[in-house]
């Protein structure tokens, strides 16, 4: 027993070493995860009641929230790889929802694309 619970304390130390080592290279050397999204930030504040709520070493959240809507973004880091989802909880509309994965160094304006034109379908669709 004792060595089955050393092995899986060993895989989940290596685990945890090696996601510090990636976020060192992928977010901690580009001056923290505000620094690195803050194209990606500014733009999806811009010019609604958007703010960031939370940011960590790897993850931000974003949260803009009306009368009976709420939307949140959350932009987290993994290895060499950048997850992107929202969640939409639009009042009568429901809760939608919508995950993208991008390389961790893919360009900010692309993924503000991708983000936008789906967003831009989704609402052509639940209006349709």
């Not at 809760?95 to 936008?116: A, S, V």
Request: zero cysteines; hydrophobic letters at 40%; a positive charge.
């Amino acid at each position: 027993m004792i060595f089955i619970i050393g092995i899986v304390g060993f895989i989940i130390y290596n685990f945890l070493r090696d996601k510090d080592q990636m976020l060192k290279h992928q977010v901690d050397m580009r001056g923290g995860m505000a620094k690195k999204y803050e194209f990606l930030i500014s733009k999806l504040t811009e010019g609604t009641t958007a703010k960031v709520v939370k940011v960590t070493r790897d993850h931000i959240h974003i949260r803009a929230v009306g009368n009976t809507t709420a939307t949140n973004f959350f932009i987290t880091e993994n290895f060499n790889k950048t997850e992107i989802e929202w969640i939409g909880q639009l009042g009568m509309l429901g809760k939608h929802k919508h995950r993208w994965t991008f390389p961790h160094n893919f360009p900010q304006e692309k993924m503000l694309n991708e983000i936008g034109e789906y967003l831009e379908w989704k609402t052509k669709q639940m209006f349709e």
